[in-house]
């Protein structure tokens, strides 16, 4: 578990975008018993019965409003809000992006929006780049974690530079979360080996050939690269080291 603005969460974070049918979002929750489910605001209003929102709460997750396809302060700052009234959180996951190719944050309206969200009482859990000067901006504006990206959106390529999570994660004294890149569940492990707090995956489920069997595998991957973490990881050298003593050898 970690404590995110005073609320314990399961480590496994999850998005519901490409996911096909409302049964196959009931059991790929059920198989990754995530913390927070994020919705997009932009494509999700509907909380009448039937509805993707109805489907979450009978599930009993907690949802995670986020402002995915915003391409400026502004924009983002009105989403979070009509995500409010239409879902009654104060939460939201913030995306700035600076366009619709690279979907990278832009890490300038993404400070703006965040200090305007928290003066307005919102828990602000910001997408941002691996850039530890960036995090610690967030950080002083008041959100409540910064979420860096391993890498692009939907690439699938894993985190592309291992010391920028590191780095992020020696900067801020909040909880990191890795967003974006994920590829399979080794990877999520990693995060959790950098320092991670958290991990939310998205594509790598919903895009996957059997999206419950990779959200139970990236479940058990959060939770083994955590006790990793913990348990201490041996220090790399660059000379072998023998197991056992090389004294006491039979025939020597």
């Known amino acids: 578990m970690l404590e995110v603005a005073g609320v314990q969460l399961a480590p496994l974070w999850l998005g519901t975008g490409g996911l096909t049918s409302l049964e196959t979002v009931r059991r790929v929750v059920e198989a990754a018993r995530p913390g927070l489910v994020t919705v997009s605001v932009r494509r999700t209003s509907d909380t009448g019965t039937g509805s993707l929102l109805a489907t979450l709460r009978d599930l009993g997750v907690q949802v995670l409003p986020n402002t995915a396809g915003c391409l400026g302060a502004q924009e983002a700052v009105l989403t979070a809000e009509l995500a409010r009234e239409a879902l009654g959180t ?96 080794s990877e999520a492990a990693h995060a959790m080996e950098l320092g991670c707090d958290a991990v939310l995956v998205a594509t790598a489920v919903t895009r996957a050939e059997d999206p419950v069997a990779m959200a139970r595998a990236m479940s058990l991957a959060v939770e083994s690269g955590q006790l990793a973490r913990r348990a201490g990881r041996i220090p790399r050298r660059e000379t072998a080291r023998a197991s056992s003593p090389m004294r006491g050898r039979v025939g020597r």
Request: charged share 20%; glycine share 10%; aromatic share 4%.
């Open 90 to 185: 104060d939460w939201v996951k913030l995306e700035v992006i600076g366009d619709e190719v690279s979907l990278l944050p832009d890490v300038v309206e993404l400070v703006e929006a965040a200090e305007t969200l928290v003066a307005r009482g919102f828990t602000v859990l910001p997408y941002t780049t691996g850039d530890p000067v960036v995090a610690r901006r967030l950080v002083d504006v008041g959100c409540a974690a910064v979420m860096p990206l391993g890498s692009p959106i939907g690439s699938g390529r894993g985190i592309a530079d291992p010391h920028t999570i590191e780095a992020v994660r020696a900067a801020v004294d909040v909880p990191v979360v890795l967003d974006a890149g994920i590829g399979t569940a």
